[in-house]
């Protein structure tokens, strides 16, 4: 399998940037790794404040703990500034891994020239 062939796989199927340390490119993959892994966290940090205040108000028996209601509060709208904050996370995350994916292309092309 050719260099790129290879190293677009990696980023395309495992995370953003992997493809460029398979290429030895340390400095760009650990760039797109680092902005996809925080754009990452801010996605995680927001479920889990989500699930820690159904988990809170199940505890505190606010709520019963019925399914129907849980889907309802997973489900339901975040709030104006953590659906922008979410949109944005996710839009960077994508683009970080499109970027990348043509880039570790475009890198294992250049290596095979040589």
């Not at 395309?12 to 290429?23: A, N, Q, R, T, Y």
């Not at 996809?36 to 703990?65: E, H, P, Y």
Request: zero cysteines; a positive charge.
């Amino acid at each position: 399998m050719k260099l790129s062939t290879r190293a677009t796989l990696l980023s395309l199927f495992m995370f953003p940037g992997s493809g460029h340390i398979f290429l030895k490119k340390y400095f760009f993959g650990l760039l797109y790794i680092s902005v996809a892994t925080g754009a990452s966290l801010v996605l995680f940090i927001s479920i889990m404040k989500r699930a820690n205040v159904i988990a809170d108000q199940i505890v505190a028996q606010k709520m019963s703990f019925s399914v129907t209601k849980i889907i309802e509060l997973v489900t339901a709208e975040p709030s104006i500034d953590e659906a922008q904050l979410l949109n944005i996370a996710i839009n960077i995350f994508l683009i970080t891994w499109l970027v990348s994916t043509v880039d570790a292309y475009l890198a294992g092309k250049k290596l095979e020239r040589l």
